[in-house]
C-alpha cells in the first residue's frame, strides 16, 4: 500500500530553488503531523522540517530561513519549498509522520542534487 509519492526533486545550482510535492493517504493526513526528511549518502536520516493541522511548522536548524514547509489538505498534500540550496542540502528527500512509526511505511524519496 503506498501510502506517500515525492517529486519535484532535480540537479540545481548552488543558490537556487526547488518545491518538493507529497501525496499521502487521507488518513495518515488528516491526523498526523506531518514532515519532510533526507538522508544523505553515507549519513543518517534527519528530520528537515514538520507542519502540524493546524499550521504550527518547526524546522531544523540548518534549513531556517531558507526552506518553508506548507501543506494543502484539500489535496492530501505537503510541500517544501527550498531556497538558497546549498551543496549541503544534497539527499534524497522523504515525507513521512512525526514522529515516525513502524506502522508508516517510507516512500520512494526524491532526489535533490545541488551542484554546479
Known amino acids: 500500500q503506498v501510502q506517500f509519492v515525492e517529486s519535484g526533486g532535480g540537479l540545481v545550482q548552488p543558490g537556487g530553488s526547488l518545491r518538493l510535492s507529497c501525496e499521502a493517504s487521507?488518513?495518515?493526513?488528516?491526523?498526523?503531523?506531518m514532515a519532510w526528511y533526507r538522508q544523505a549518502p553515507g549519513q543518517q536520516r534527519e528530520l528537515v522540517a514538520s507542519?502540524?493541522?493546524?499550521?504550527?511548522?518547526d524546522y531544523a536548524d540548518s534549513v531556517k530561513g531558507r526552506f518553508t514547509i506548507s501543506r494543502d489538505n484539500a489535496k492530501n498534500t505537503v510541500y517544501l519549498q527550498m531556497n538558497s540550496l546549498r551543496v549541503g542540502d544534497t539527499a534524497v528527500y522523504y515525507c513521512?509522520?512525526?514522529?515516525?512509526?513502524?506502522?508508516?511505511?517510507w516512500g520512494q524519496g526524491t532526489q535533490v542534487t545541488v551542484s554546479s
Open positions: 507542519i502540524e493541522n493546524s499550521g504550527y511548522t
Open positions: 513521512n509522520v512525526r514522529p515516525t512509526t513502524m506502522y508508516v511505511s
Open positions: 487521507r488518513l495518515i493526513f488528516s491526523t498526523r503531523i
